[in-house]
C-alpha cells in the first residue's frame, strides 16, 4: 500500500474530526480525551486545533489514514521540548510504516524549530505502540501510575522522550 505524509491544516479539519472520532471509540484506553468529549465538537474545532498544532497525516490517495501532531512547551525554560500526540493509523495502514514516517515528519519538523526532545505518554499494556515508538528511537523514562481511568480501570502510561540532537538507534547521521 502507498501512502504519502503531509501536514495537515484547517482545510483538513473535516477528515481531521473523522479519523480522531474513529482513533477514540475504537481504542479509548489510548487517549486523554474521550469520543464522548469530542463527538459533539464543530468542525471549526477542528480547524483551530490544526492551526494552533503541527500535525501531519498519511494519505492513501485521498483519504487520511493516519495522524500524528505535536505541541511545544511555551515556558521559556521548556521550549526546548515539546510532546507528541494523537498518534493514529487505521487498521489498514498498520504494519506499514506510516507510523514510523509520521514520527520521522513530526521530528523533522521539531527539529527544525529549535526543539530537542520530543516527550509521549503510551499506555504501559500497548506493546505494539511501544515497540513503534522504539522503532522510532524513543526510550521509557518513567511510568505515571493510573494516568487515565476508562471503563472503571486504571491504565499506567510510559512516558517516552526521543533527543533529536541524537541520532535514533541504528542510525547514523
Not at 515528519?105 to 529549535?114: L, P, R, Y
Request: charged content about 30%.
Amino acid at each position: 500500500m502507498n501512502f504519502a505524509i503531509r501536514r495537515l491544516d484547517a482545510r483538513d479539519a473535516q477528515m481531521f474530526r473523522t479519523v480522531r472520532l474513529e482513533a477514540f471509540k475504537t481504542h479509548p484506553d489510548a487517549f486523554g480525551s474521550s469520543y464522548d468529549e469530542l463527538v459533539s465538537k464543530p468542525v471549526s474545532h477542528f480547524e483551530e486545533w490544526l492551526t494552533d498544532m503541527v500535525a501531519f497525516g498519511a494519505f492513501v490517495d485521498d483519504q487520511l489514514l493516519g495522524i500524528g501532531a505535536y505541541f511545544r512547551e511555551r515556558g521559556l525554560k521548556m521550549r526546548h521540548r515539546a510532546y507528541v500526540i494523537s498518534m493514529y493509523c487505521a487498521p489498514e495502514l498498520r504494519g506499514k510504516g506510516a507510523a514510523g514516517q509520521i514520527i520521522d515528519h513530526i521530528a523533522e519538523h521539531a527539529k527544525s524549530k529549535g526543539i530537542v526532545q520530543l516527550h509521549l505518554g503510551v499506555g504501559s499494556h500497548n506493546e505494539a505502540a511501544k515497540k513503534s515508538y522504539e522503532k522510532a528511537g524513543f526510550k521509557t523514562y518513567g511510568v505515571e501510575p493510573r494516568s487515565l481511568f476508562v471503563h472503571n480501570k486504571y491504565i499506567d502510561e510510559e512516558l517516552m522522550v526521543r533527543f533529536l540532537d541524537e541520532a535514533p538507534k541504528g542510525i547514523k547521521e
